[in-house]
Nanobody, 121 residues
Framework: QVQLVESGGGLVQPGGSLRLSCAAS????????MGWYRQAPGKQRELVTI???????NYANSVKGRFTISRDNAKNTVYLQMNSLKPEDTAVYYC???????????????WGQGTQVTVSS
């Protein structure tokens, strides 16, 4: 019913930048909070950053000052600008979106399929 399409991942050298996008489509009435998670090989998935419907943001300490989350409500899209990338940022990045769907009561959460970010010399 609701689809999330991620893009923007790839291979980048340390110190470089990438911008991830996650666009939601389908039977959407309104989107609530949006966030980004990541999962490195052999590690648990961790929260990177979230942005509320009111624009408040939270960041993991490991990315604070380097990553910026933003949203475009008209496009149902959340972005993650990643600067000063480090090898330890290497992971699969997943977007997560809370959605109020047309014809369905309550809030549902959806995951993107993930996009690979590799930071290496």
């Amino acid at each position: 019913q609701v689809q999330l399409v991620e893009s923007g991942g790839g291979l980048v050298q340390p110190g470089g930048s990438l911008r991830l996008s996650c666009a939601a489509s389908g039977s959407i009435f309104r989107i609530n909070a949006m966030g980004w998670y990541r999962q490195a090989p052999g590690k648990q998935r961790e929260l990177v950053t979230i942005i509320t419907s009111g624009g408040s943001t939270n960041y993991a300490n490991s990315v604070k000052g380097r990553f910026t989350i933003s949203r475009d409500n008209a496009k149902n899209t959340v972005y993650l600008q990643m600067n000063s990338l480090k090898p330890e940022d290497t992971a699969v990045y997943y977007c997560n979106v809370g959605v109020y769907s047309i014809g369905t009561p309550g809030l549902s959460t959806y995951w993107g399929q993930g996009t690979q970010v590799t930071v290496s010399s």
